[in-house]
């Protein structure tokens, strides 16, 4: 884990993560790191951490939160296909 970023997290999300049982290891890095949308699940991440900071603004939120609301409705059922 990177050191910054668990410098910046707060005590609620340092709970949480021991919780969940704490930084991955190198060797559980290496295997999420094989994993097709590792990247993806890291930027879903951050924009997370970024909803958190009071003020801040995530320009990646908003794209999405537009994009979703301008998309046609469909029924939870195809959604799911």
């Known amino acids: 884990m990177d050191p910054h970023y668990f410098a910046q997290l707060s005590a609620a999300s340092v709970h949480t993560l021991?919780?969940?049982g704490g930084p991955m290891s190198p060797a559980e890095v290496a295997?999420?790191?094989q994993e097709?949308?590792?990247r993806a699940a890291v930027r879903?991440?951050?924009w997370d951490d970024q909803g958190k900071v009071v003020g801040e603004h995530a320009?990646?939120?908003c794209y999405l939160?537009?994009?979703f609301s301008e998309r046609p409705q469909t029924s939870s059922h195809e959604r799911c296909r």
């Open 59 to 61: 320009d990646e939120c």
């Open 65 to 67: 939160t537009k994009y």
């Open 18 to 20: 021991k919780l969940q």
């Open 44 to 46: 879903v991440r951050q």
């Open 31 to 33: 295997r999420f790191e």
């Open 36 to 38: 097709p949308y590792y």
